[in-house]
């Protein structure tokens, strides 16, 4: 189509581009109608009183505007520093950046920071660094918190804060952060170091000699009381010394009572107790009495009495020395065949119960004098005539021990030798329990006995009946092998070799079958319980240098298998010798008492059965200690 076409048809377009006013003729509308006057005055006045409020508007804009443009344009305008008006402590630090006033701040506490409290208490002193109290301390935080003042919160808080520092200025205050469980813990820990337990007044009784230990007041860490006194001196951000708050604990028994106690056990100890029976006389020295005082304290109270565990022991070793064993006649066993070889004799039983409250009664009194008693006993008669032999049912072997004692020293052998004169040929009623000691009697001359070295205590030294330990192993071996139930049993400090020898019966040598005794002190013991009489028979061989202990009667349907010995904790002798002083020696003179040699642990187990099954396992358990070389050295005249 051509262009003037186009203009031609859409005349309207080209009317405006040529800027020529419509007429009928062009577009085919009517022209506009010209404007009105009156429309034309009504605009001229509106904009009139529009051009009045201009201003007013304006400046209540601005007024209105500016508390929410003022808080955030003027830290703009002052930066990233601390606004005017705030300090810490204090001091200002206005205009400062936060990591010159944490700077600041690191310099001001510094003593604070490197040791910030020192805990005292009588002469002690501990320096904890801050996070060993528990204790919190930021300076960059404290600088953050300096130039954050001002700049938080919505604009009105902002305004606020604003004005507040114009006004009046904020002084900011360090804040330290505790942790109580860690500042308890701290102190708990040095609690050790102040606490200690009320010591009660004391008394011990030794040696006849009466000792006192004055009370003492005991003293408790307050750790509540001393965590507060931290907290409050850690705010001001100087070092400080803490005294620790303590309280003072009462001692439960006073000097009061250890003074009467004191009294009431000299009074007792004053004199020796002597007991008697026919004409026998044995008596208690005040060392001796002491050993069987205690001292209890009960309810403010020391009180003074008679340990009766320990007098029934001294009761025991007492009835050893005033029993005389059987009263029945004295018989051998050869052939098959029993015959008494010599007569019975009337014989002494302490009765111990008795006897143990006669002597707390006694020991109870206090004396100048000498206190005695007679001493409550039974008489024994013999019960056992040539007619009533064949009722005793022994008739074959029922249990046999053996040891040797080869190499010993004369005073053993004679020693060895009379304990078993003492074993020989006593019959041991059905269910009686044997008591070695009391058999035994007193080891003395009067029986046959020499001194000889034998182990008490931690050394082996001179006593009366050294080597006697050889008849108590026999007849515990002897026992053993029968099966008897053996109910007191105690095995040597060390190992000594000698006892190796016969010890596993049939199975050959070996350890842990050993008995060692101490009259008064320890025993061996054992049941009869094979519904019988039992014959103990003793022979010294001295030729082969061979003791054996036979046990006759009625053997029971069991058979008796030891099985170990087995050795655990060995330990190796000590290398270091030890040296005694003696007195009764001459100065200069040095012997050896004692050979090192090595501990260890020893197990036996004796297992009893009755055909393809298992009665009884008794387990017999022995600790021999390491031992040193020990030598006697003298120190006499």
């Not at 520092?165 to 813990?185: I, N, S």
Request: glycine share 8%; with cysteine.
């Amino acid at each position: 189509m051509p262009i003037d076409d186009y203009y031609q048809e859409y005349g309207p377009i080209r009317r405006r581009r040529s800027q020529q006013p419509l007429t009928p003729d062009d577009d085919g509308l009517p022209p506009d109608p010209p404007p009105r006057p009156d429309r034309q005055r009504r605009r001229r006045v509106t904009r009139r009183r529009l051009a009045g409020w201009v201003w007013p508007v304006t400046l209540l804009a601005l007024f209105l505007a500016t508390p929410l443009v003022l808080p955030y344009a003027l830290p703009f305008y002052y930066g990233d520093v601390a606004l005017p008006g705030v300090s810490v402590q204090g001091k200002p630090v206005s205009g400062q950046s936060g990591d010159a006033i944490s700077a600041d701040l690191s310099e001001r506490y510094a003593a604070f920071l490197r040791q910030p409290l020192t805990l005292v208490y009588a002469g002690q002193a501990w320096q904890p660094s801050l996070s060993d109290l528990g204790l919190q301390f930021d300076p960059t935080d404290l600088a953050r918190q300096a130039v954050a003042a001002g700049r938080q919160g919505d604009p009105i808080t902002r305004l606020r804060d604003l004005w507040s520092l114009y006004q009046d200025g904020l002084d900011l205050t360090p804040t330290v952060v505790a942790d109580r469980r860690v500042l308890q813990d701290f102190l708990l820990h040095i609690a050790s170091s102040v606490e200690h337990a009320p010591q009660d007044a004391a008394l011990s009784i030794a040696a006849a000699k009466v000792i006192g230990t004055p009370s003492a007041p005991g003293v408790q860490l307050l750790v509540d009381a001393t965590a507060n006194d931290v907290l409050l001196a850690a705010q001001d951000l100087q070092p400080h010394d803490i005294a620790i708050r303590t309280r003072t604990l009462a001692p439960l028994v006073d000097d009061t009572a250890l003074v009467q106690a004191q009294s009431r056990a000299t009074d007792l100890l004053q004199s020796p107790i002597e007991m008697a029976r026919s004409d026998q006389r044995w008596v208690w020295p005040p060392e001796k009495l002491a050993e069987l005082l205690q001292v209890e304290a009960k309810g403010g109270r020391l009180e003074v009495g008679v340990d009766k565990e320990l007098l029934g022991q001294a009761v025991e070793g007492l009835a050893q020395l005033v029993d005389t064993g059987t009263a029945e006649p004295r018989l051998r066993f050869s052939s098959g065949h029993v015959r008494i070889v010599q007569e019975g004799t009337p014989g002494w039983r302490l009765k111990q119960d008795e006897a143990a409250v006669a002597i707390t009664k006694l020991m109870m009194s206090s004396q100048p004098t000498t206190r005695t008693l007679a001493l409550p006993v039974e008489q024994l008669t013999p019960k056992i005539t040539k007619e009533t032999l064949s009722n005793l049912g022994i008739k074959e072997l029922v249990g046999e021990g053996q040891s040797s004692f080869a190499g010993s020293a004369q005073y053993r052998i004679t020693n060895i030798k009379a304990g078993a004169s003492r074993m020989d040929g006593v019959l041991i009623a059905p269910g009686e329990e044997f008591s070695f000691n009391a058999q035994l009697g007193e080891v003395d001359s009067a029986n046959g006995f020499v001194e000889g070295y034998a182990i008490i205590g931690n050394r082996t030294q001179l006593e009366w009946g050294g080597g006697v330990c050889q008849d108590s192993t026999t007849v515990f071996r002897a026992a053993f092998w029968a099966g008897l139930p053996i109910t007191e049993r105690h095995a040597h400090a060390f190992y000594i070799s000698w006892y190796d020898q016969f010890a596993l019966g049939s199975q050959g040598d070996g350890q842990g079958m050993d008995a060692s005794i101490y009259t008064g002190v320890n025993d061996l013991k054992f049941v009869n319980d094979t519904g019988n009489w039992l014959l103990m028979q003793t022979d010294v061989d001295e030729v082969n240098q061979v003791l054996t202990v036979r046990l006759y009667g009625t053997k029971p349907n069991r058979d008796v298998r030891l099985e170990g010995p087995t050795i655990t904790n060995e330990v190796r002798a000590p290398s270091e010798p030890v040296y005694l002083d003696d007195a009764s020696l001459p100065a200069g003179t040095v012997h050896q008492s004692d050979t090192a040699r090595g501990g260890r642990d020893i197990t036996v187990d004796r297992v009893i059965t009755r055909g393809e099954a298992e009665v009884s396992r008794d387990s017999f358990f022995t600790r021999f200690r390491a031992w040193p070389n020990i030598f006697v050295r003298g120190t006499g005249n």
